[in-house]
């Protein structure tokens, strides 16, 4: 008896060891919403712009299949390989919408360019298996008259999770330029 219980012990722990570092981190990666993390994520994109450069921002945070608007809508990674989107712009989030599993989420705030010119950003990220944040569409547009306030804390909201009413998705006519996307 003592003799099976240690042979049984003994395969649970070699199987336990089995576990890939990568199966360990997946299992332990936040499951719920968390705001905070993309708003982190935001800053450090910004903090990254000042330091390294906006091609290298832009680029480093990007999702594999991420979409931008130069104005029309290029694909991110494609368009960064030979031109840049700027340099000098510095911005910030003023609020943050999160998909209630937290796999994905919005933030949107304003931006302030060298020349004093100004304009609002929206910005989709998505979370990787690793926990990472990464952007899957950024959009700004210039303002003009007056730059949007900022607040004095972010506005943090999240979805409610719970069963999806029966929505009817539309597809555009023959020729039109859209893509929809689900949080996973």
């Known amino acids: 008896m003592m003799r099976s219980l240690a042979l049984t012990l003994g395969a649970a722990l070699l199987l336990s060891a089995c576990v890939s570092a990568e199966t360990r981190r997946e299992r332990e990666r936040p499951l719920a919403a968390n705001p905070s993390a993309i708003i982190a994520a935001e800053l450090a994109f910004n903090r990254l712009a ?9 680029r480093e945070t990007a999702h594999k299949d991420a979409v931008m608007f130069v104005p029309q809508r290029v694909k991110a990674l494609d368009w960064l390989r030979s031109n840049s989107p700027g340099s000098g712009i510095s911005w910030s989030p003023h609020a943050v ?65 719970g069963n999806r009413p029966s929505v009817g998705v539309e597809a555009g006519d023959i020729g039109d330029d859209l893509a929809i996307g689900l949080s996973p």
């Open 97 to 161: 919408y999160a998909s209630c599993d937290g796999n994905a989420g919005a933030t949107t705030g304003g931006w302030t360019g060298p020349n004093g010119s100004f304009g609002y950003f929206t910005t989709v990220w998505l979370r990787q298996r690793d926990g990472r944040f990464e952007w899957i569409l950024d959009h700004g547009v210039p303002l003009t008259g007056t730059p949007r306030a900022a607040p004095e804390f972010i506005d943090g909201r999240q979805a409610k999770c």
């Open 50 to 58: 000042q330091d390294k450069g906006m091609q290298a921002a832009f």
